[in-house]
Structure formats: structure tokens, C-alpha cells
């Protein structure tokens, strides 16, 4: 599934005209695995956390680009799927669910000279923004999350009762 809300970010101080790449990944929060208690509308730990998933990146599709192309509009990364498939090979984030994560931002500069593996700690840099952080599910565990993503939800009409302006 593509994650919701979908990460977006605005971008500058990148030099116009280098090549960036863009990236995610995820990290576990702490070791621990949750539950939602529905009486008190909050999440429990529910124990210790299930083994970890294959660590996996995605990478924005326009990447590489050019800073010019990455600073000129909002990116987003509304392609990117998540699962909980361990055995998926479509290459999406793996994640375990009733998990916390915190997802990361990496920017990649595409260093053009022919030693560029020497420089390779200095040309990223990544970007946690803890406002992000999440607990991946499978089922949402509130029933106004639930209509938050129906409302949002372009492929979700189906299920919309009324006019998404009363939303």
C-alpha cells in the first residue's frame, strides 16, 4: 500500500545545476511492539519488538535530478509502498506492523569526479523529522483515522457517504 499521509518536503540550498538523489528509509523507534487499546483511544506496548525487517531504500523516481528541478516545487514521495510481506520482490519498504518508525530523508549528491567513492561520507546528507514518526498497521485502529484516509483517499470514493466539501 502507499503510505498516508504521503512524505512531502520543500527543498533548498542545493546547487542548481548538480545531480542529487533523493531517499527514504525507515528505522525502528525502540525495540518494542504495540497495541491500540480502543477504551482509552491510545496505544500499549504489547510486548518486545518482532525481529527486524530487511532494511530497504527507496528512491524517488526523478532521481537523479538536477538541484534546479528539486527546488522549484514540493517533492513528493506519494509512490512509495509499504508492506509487511517479508517475502515481497517488488522492492517495497518492508515493515512490521503494530511497529514504530521513524522514516528518514536522505539527499544524495552525485559527486562526478572519477574518485567519487573516496568522498562518498561527505556527499549526503539525511533528515529525520520526528513529526513523522508512525506505527505501521494493517487495519486502521481508530475509526477516525479510517475516515480521515477515506476522505483524503483520491481512489477511495467509493466508500465517501457525502460530498468530500462536508469532509
Known amino acids: 500500500r502507499r503510505m498516508f499521509p504521503t512524505f512531502q518536503v520543500k527543498i533548498f540550498g542545493m546547487d542548481p545545476m548538480a545531480d542529487y538523489m ?31 525487517t530487511p532494511g530497504r531504500v527507496h528512491y524517488h523516481p526523478d532521481s537523479p535530478a538536477k538541484g534546479a528541478q528539486w527546488m522549484k516545487q514540493i517533492v513528493s514521495f506519494d509512490k512509495l509502498k509499504l508492506t509487511n510481506n517479508l517475502l515481497d520482490d517488488n522492492g517495497h519498504i518492508i515493515l512490521n506492523s503494530m511497529h514504530r518508525y521513524q522514516p528518514r530523508f536522505h539527499v544524495v549528491y552525485v559527486d562526478p569526479r572519477k574518485d567519487s567513492e573516496k568522498y562518498a561520507e561527505e556527499n549526503f546528507k539525511t533528515f529525520v523529522f520526528e513529526e513523522t514518526r508512525f506505527t505501521a498497521v494493517t487495519a486502521y485502529q481508530n475509526h477516525r483515522i479510517t475516515q480521515l484516509k477515506i476522505a483524503s483517499n483520491p481512489f477511495a470514493k467509493g466508500f465517501r457517504d457525502c460530498d468530500p466539501e462536508d469532509w
Not at 525502540?30 to 500499549?44: E, G
Open 22 to 52: 533523493l531517499l527514504m528509509d525507515f528505522v525502528p523507534v525502540d525495540d518494542k511492539r504495540y497495541r491500540y487499546a480502543f477504551h482509552s483511544s491510545s496505544w500499549l506496548v504489547a510486548g518486545k519488538a518482532d525481529p527486524a
